[in-house]
């Protein structure tokens, strides 16, 4: 799965010029696409809007530290999946602590050679990412199959409509991530497609109606004026 890891939106925090150019240069020349944020409101700015697929964020920023976002990204139900390597200065050993005890996933320590980092954001993305090594994706008891497009839950096949597929995958990849109507639209039918919020609605509850067919729980959560989730509803 290497040109996914490939495509993935890579959000910078850091507020010295220099050290994000470096980052940027390196991890772009790997495909990686990316955001950059200067200081802590931009940098959860960023999160809300681009949806990143992981997080390099520096310790030493003006206003917010480092950690202080990285807590806020995982106090919050929407991002707190989300991969996040902490930036420190060399020796801050109880700093290191505080990275990991905030939530950070790993930790590069400056100066760093930017092919390890590289190779750290590429170890993180490969832990992260929502599907297995044969290509399937697993939630509960539901299995979707990226390569065959089947989908099963406990041992019964589960017949989806393509576009109930798409909106499965997309809430299997970010368990508990809540999805508005807008954003379900635009990952599940493109941006420049026009449909209304209502269509959402439809499929979803096809969706549901087929994953209940079952006698499973109903794993799909509508949260009220937000829009939907797939979610575990002894663990919220
Ligand atoms: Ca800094």
């Known amino acids: 799965m290497t040109s996914q890891d490939a495509t993935a939106l890579i959000l910078i925090v ?9 980052l940027r240069y390196n991890l772009e020349r790997e495909g990686y696409r990316i955001v950059v944020a200067m200081d802590g409101e931009e940098a959860l700015e960023a999160v809300a809007i681009h949806h990143p697929d992981l997080a390099i964020i520096d ?4 206003q917010r530290s480092g950690v202080e976002i ?3 990204i995982r106090a919050n139900v929407e991002t707190q999946r989300l991969p996040i390597i902490m930036l420190t200065a060399r020796g801050e050993e109880s700093d290191r602590v505080l990275g990991l005890d905030s939530g950070a996933d790993d930790y590069v320590i400056k100066p760093y050679s ?3 980092m590289v190779a750290r954001v590429r170890a993180l993305l490969r832990r992260t990412r929502p599907e297995n090594d044969e290509g399937q994706i697993i939630f509960e008891d539901i299995l979707l199959d990226i390569v065959s497009h ?8 589960i017949a989806l409509g393509p576009t109930e597929y798409r909106i499965l995958k997309v ?3 970010k368990p508990g991530r809540v999805y ?6 635009d990952r599940v039918w493109g941006s420049d497609i026009h449909v209304e919020d209502r269509t959402v609605d439809v499929h979803v509850g096809r969706l549901r109606k087929a994953l209940k067919s079952t006698g499973g729980p ?3 959560r509508t949260v009220r004026g937000s829009g939907y989730a797939i979610d575990n509803p002894d663990s919220i």
């Open 14 to 22: 850091e507020d010295e010029a220099p050290q994000v150019e470096v």
């Open 59 to 62: 310790w030493m920023l003006p």
């Open 70 to 72: 990285c807590r806020h």
């Open 114 to 116: 930017p092919r390890e």
């Open 150 to 157: 089947k989908v099963t839950r406990g041992d019964k096949r």
């Open 171 to 173: 809430l299997m990849e």
């Open 180 to 185: 508005s109507r807008e954003r379900l639209l």
């Open 218 to 220: 109903d794993l799909i």
